[in-house]
């Protein structure tokens, strides 16, 4: 019998509550001393923010750092691992995903000021905790990350910025595990950022980061952060099932503006659309598949192409069997 969607499993032991494994499927690694969740054929649509696509084949959810250590180690890289933030840049095709994704709960998304002005961060951490948290201890210079919608971890490995900053201007380092399971700190130098990106390994899951930040006034940092979120609510479709930005910014334009110029805002596929509020946004007006979304993704792209000679690079990430 394959897995339920949905089954959890919660294990002291190698197998599921009555020595037997839950619906006949055997877990990836021995669960022996491990409390965390794992869950076979885990939908993954509730956890994204276009409310679409396919399962994982295992989502392991640790209850702490050592937990995700062990489970790494023993799996052996035997399965790809991939991390899971808020699901906020990201297309899981409708096949789901091979391997195990992993999601980091509570015990990532704690948030500390430290001396000197440091900001210190679980992964799990969504960047308005992190400036919030900054604000109310006065510290400046983390306000941007107000406006951008995910983790620590996600915009870790992805140099997330946004209103003209990114995270490798304030990251100090960050902890990180590797699919062995092995763990080590990288400084900010170490991922070798460029725009939306790092050298960060395949199935490397980051865990905690350090911020760099300044004295400041709460009064003028809080004003910054309302800007900010009066900026995003106003010019972003942020009530609606998207994905962030979708497209990098090339060298010398916004991406927003080529699309709009080839003629694409509204432009649909299926239950996809292209944002009429902002056209590097894709959203989902209610009952999309990931076919539809990445698929006008590519539409947009040919037809920006053929509109103006620039190749548009995805920047959300897209993930899965198609």
């Known amino acids: 019998m394959s897995p339920q ?3 959890v499993w919660n294990y002291d032991t190698g197998s599921a509550p009555g020595g ?23 939908p993954l649509a509730k956890l994204v923010w276009f409310k679409a696509g396919g399962s994982a084949d295992w989502l392991f959810e ?7 250590r062990t489970f790494l180690e023993r799996l052996e890289g035997s399965l790809p691992v991939m991390a899971l933030g808020l699901g906020s840049n990201l297309i899981v095709r409708d096949g789901g995903v091979p391997g195990v994704v992993v999601k980091l709960g509570k015990a990532f998304a ?3 000021v430290r001396d000197d002005h440091v900001v210190a961060c679980g992964a799990g951490a969504h960047g308005i ?10 510290v400046a210079g983390l306000e941007f990350l107000r406006g951008i919608p995910g983790t620590v971890g996600g915009f870790v490995r992805m140099n ?6 990114d995270v490798s201007e304030v990251l100090i380092d960050c902890d990180v595990v590797m699919p062995d399971g092995q763990s080590h700190t990288l400084r900010a130098a170490d991922l070798q950022y460029s725009y939306r990106h790092s050298v960060l390994p395949a199935g490397t899951v980051v865990i905690g980061a350090r911020f760099q930040g300044k ?26 099932k998207t994905g962030g930005s979708t497209f990098k910014n090339p060298p010398g334009h916004k991406a927003w503006e080529l699309v709009d110029a080839a003629g694409c805002r509204g432009l ?5 659309q292209v944002s009429e509020k902002h056209t590097n946004f894709l959203i989902n007006t209610g009952g999309a598949t990931s076919a539809d979304i990445e698929g006008l993704g590519e539409e947009v792209k040919r037809r920006v192409y053929v509109h103006c000679g620039v190749e548009l690079e995805w920047e959300i990430q897209r993930v899965g069997r198609p």
């Open 5 to 7: 969607p949905g089954d």
């Open 20 to 42: 037997e494994t839950e619906g006949g499927v055997d877990a990836p690694v021995s669960m022996q001393g491990l409390t965390g969740k794992l869950t076979p054929d885990a």
């Open 62 to 68: 640790p209850e702490d750092a050592d937990e995700l």
């Open 110 to 112: 704690k948030v500390e």
């Open 129 to 138: 905790l992190v400036a919030s948290t900054a604000r109310d201890a006065g």
């Open 160 to 165: 997330g910025g946004a209103y003209g900053r």
């Open 215 to 240: 004295a400041g006034d709460p009064e003028i940092i809080g004003a910054e952060m309302d800007r900010i979120a009066q900026a995003r609510e106003q010019s972003q479709p942020v009530r609606t």
């Open 268 to 272: 649909t596929m299926g239950g996809a």
